[in-house]
């Protein structure tokens, strides 16, 4: 999680499994698992454009992902034996590419949540291109879809 979501907080879609959330760069997954759980229970494959994960037999997520993902740059986690957070590495880093949803048929965020989802990408935006401001509190209206205006240099 960069230092800019530390300070700004994160814009989750919740699930029946847990949450995901994103930055420009990365999606974050949070699955709650039950209590006890160990790694070894855990299978978690990543593809460029596939995400499957089984805990303890049990299918969680397996379909194709919103859009592709750096498959070595991807991890997974396993906290407390209780939760297992998965990082999946954007192949497209970009204020633009919002996911809607995790995968491409599952886990949609609803239209409000990806309104403050693409807010937040563009004020992220505007963080990196503007590194001497703080954009982590501010709050943006008009035209922010799709990343945001492109200013001429």
Same mark, same amino acid.
């Given at each position: 999680?960069?230092?800019?979501?530390?300070?700004?907080?994160?814009?989750?879609?919740?699930?029946?499994?847990?949450?995901?959330? /994103?930055?420009?760069?990365?999606?974050?997954?949070?699955?709650?698992?039950? /209590?006890?759980?160990?790694?070894? /229970?855990?299978?978690?494959?990543?593809?460029?454009?596939?995400?499957?994960?089984?805990?303890?037999?049990?299918?969680? @997520?397996?379909?194709?992902?919103?859009?592709? !993902?750096?498959?070595?740059?991807?991890?997974?986690?396993?906290?407390?034996?209780?939760?297992?957070? @998965?990082?999946?590495?954007?192949?497209?880093?970009?204020?633009?590419?919002?996911?809607?949803?995790?995968?491409?048929?599952?886990?949609?965020?609803?239209?409000? !949540?990806?309104?403050?989802?693409?807010?937040?990408?563009?004020?992220?935006?505007?963080?990196?291109?503007?590194?001497?401001?703080?954009?982590?509190?501010?709050? @943006?209206?008009?035209?922010?879809?799709?990343?945001?205006?492109?200013?001429?240099?």
């Amino acid at each position: 999680m960069s230092n800019f979501d530390e300070r700004s907080g994160v814009v989750a879609c919740n699930t029946s499994w847990g949450q995901w959330y /994103q930055t420009i760069e990365e999606v974050y997954v949070e699955i709650n698992v039950p /209590q006890g759980t160990l790694a070894k /229970q855990i299978n978690i494959v990543f593809a460029p454009s596939q995400l499957t994960c089984v805990v303890r037999g049990e299918t969680i @997520i397996k379909g194709d992902m919103f859009s592709k !993902v750096v498959t070595d740059e991807c991890t997974w986690s396993l906290e407390d034996r209780k939760l297992v957070r @998965i990082v999946l590495a954007k192949a497209r880093a970009s204020a633009d590419n919002c996911w809607k949803s995790l995968l491409k048929s599952e886990f949609q965020a609803d239209p409000l !949540v990806f309104d403050a989802m693409e807010k937040k990408l563009t004020l992220e935006r505007f963080q990196k291109e503007n590194p001497g401001f703080d954009f982590s509190g501010a709050d @943006i209206s008009g035209n922010y879809s799709g990343g945001g205006p492109q200013f001429e240099n």
